[in-house]
């Protein structure tokens, strides 16, 4: 089964810093995606960015990127420039190519905190 | 405005009383989900529908029931609600599966069972 873990309960950032938040995922397939989504207060679940395991290129998108280490199974997420904004649960997903269920795996979550 | 609504986002019920938990997207998606959270767990797939009358269990189906009548709607069903089930629902929809295609959640309902 896949397992996907986040280890850090609770980070907290000063404002316009950066942070990153730590992933790491068991599979045996060769052929998934990985994702970030935010949880805000509001508790909708907002994609952030997503990878594909093919890739060998980080995935980007304005302040968030990842560091996808494929052989470690280690998919970190970057905020640069935090804001105000960004404060929520942060989860880590993963889902294998074919899956018939689109079923993703999710991690325990990490909640980010920014200081003013 | 492409979207996945859920209905009640909130309910508060006793044990044993059956409910129903609504889930409609205005998208045309085939794939269709399930998933309840809970503090540390993350997200877990409850079921999942790949079209209408095509369901299948997912990680955490024990207590729940699903039916696919209709290409846009999904409800969760409770028969007979536990207090294990108090949890925050999302229901979700996509495309298809297979290559990537987005997960789209709806609002989310919180459960409280007493």
């Known amino acids: 089964a896949q397992t996907v873990t986040q280890s850090q309960p609770e980070m907290s950032v000063q404002e316009a810093e950066t942070v990153t938040l730590s992933c790491t995922y068991d599979?045996?397939?060769?052929?998934?995606?990985l994702f970030w989504y935010k949880q805000p207060p509001s508790r909708q679940m907002i994609l952030v960015i997503r990878q594909e395991a093919y890739k060998q290129q980080n995935a980007t998108e304005n302040r968030f990127s990842v560091n996808f280490q494929k052989a470690a199974k280690s998919f970190s997420l970057k905020i640069s420039d935090s804001q105000l904004g960004d404060a929520a649960m942060y989860f880590c997903?993963?889902?294998?190519?074919?899956?018939?269920?689109?079923?993703?795996?999710f991690g325990g979550g990490t909640r980010l905190m920014v200081k003013p | 405005e492409a979207q996945v609504t859920q209905n009640p986002r909130y309910l508060i019920t006793v044990t044993g009383k059956k409910l129903t938990v609504t889930c409609s997207q205005n998208m045309n998606h085939e794939y269709m989900s399930w998933y309840r959270q809970d503090p540390g767990l993350g997200l877990r797939q409850i079921y999942y529908s790949m079209n209408v009358e095509v369901t299948d269990k997912g990680d955490v189906p024990e207590g729940y029931k699903v039916s696919r009548k209709e290409k846009r709607n999904f409800p969760l069903i409770l028969e007979s609600p536990s207090p294990n089930q108090t949890s925050l629902y999302f229901c979700?929809?996509?495309?298809?599966?297979?290559?990537?295609?987005?997960?789209?959640f709806g609002p989310g309902t919180r459960l409280t069972v007493l």
């Open positions: 979700a929809s996509s495309y298809g599966g297979g290559t990537y295609n987005e997960q789209f």
């Open positions: 599979t045996s397939e060769s052929d998934y995606y």
């Open positions: 997903a993963y889902r294998i190519s074919n899956n018939a269920g689109n079923m993703l795996t």
